[in-house]
């Protein structure tokens, strides 16, 4: 193992999308400290977060170097980058690659906002009936976007065809949130599959209990 990739500590809050480079790094069997965080104190500008990440955002991966790594698109190309054989990023020159890029940035640029804006919409708006209707509206856009990715693909059984790929550990931590799995299971059953299917893995047990049991 690289030593670059040992002493890592992970800042996250159970459930959020630090869970994702918490999946990842399982898959990967790499070795790390996790460090949870309140959400209720995870934007605290003297909280611990803001020492390593002034942005108080998650997931934070600081590296044994010091150096840290922020946005979950960008730990996730770094590690694929770092273990290309696991496949989790497809391989540069493969006709996998081009859209893994472009359902990731997808994601991250266009799925991710619609909580970034609405989860706490008093963050940006003060008038009460403005924040609600702006929740409102990001739920609503969020939904018709996956309505939009389920009726693209066809996986077989993943979302890239037939080699599990990061996407695919997006696809079961999103589904935990908002509208959640009972509506995907409804309204947009092939995610709702792939989520279940990475459900099962054996190395994803434990990051799976940590973050969304009951």
Sequence with gaps: MADHLAGMTLFGAKGGGSAIIEALLA???LPYARRYLDWDSLHDPSGPLSKVNPACE???LLLQDGSVMTESAAITLWLGAERP??????LVGTPEH???LRRLIWLVASVYPTFSYGDHPERWL???AAAQALRT???KRREVMW???EAAI????????????ALDIYMAVMTHWRPRRDWFEENCPKLFGIAKRVDTIPELKEVWERNFAP
């Design 147 to 149: 309505q939009q990715f």
């Design 85 to 90: 054989e696991s496949g989790l990023v497809p």
């Design 154 to 165: 066809t996986p077989a059984p993943w979302l890239l065809g037939d080699a599990m790929t």
């Design 137 to 139: 509206a990001t739920d």
């Design 58 to 60: 998650i997931p934070t």
């Design 98 to 100: 081009p859209e893994f």
């Design 27 to 29: 898959i990967l069997d």
């Design 126 to 128: 003060k008038n009460e």
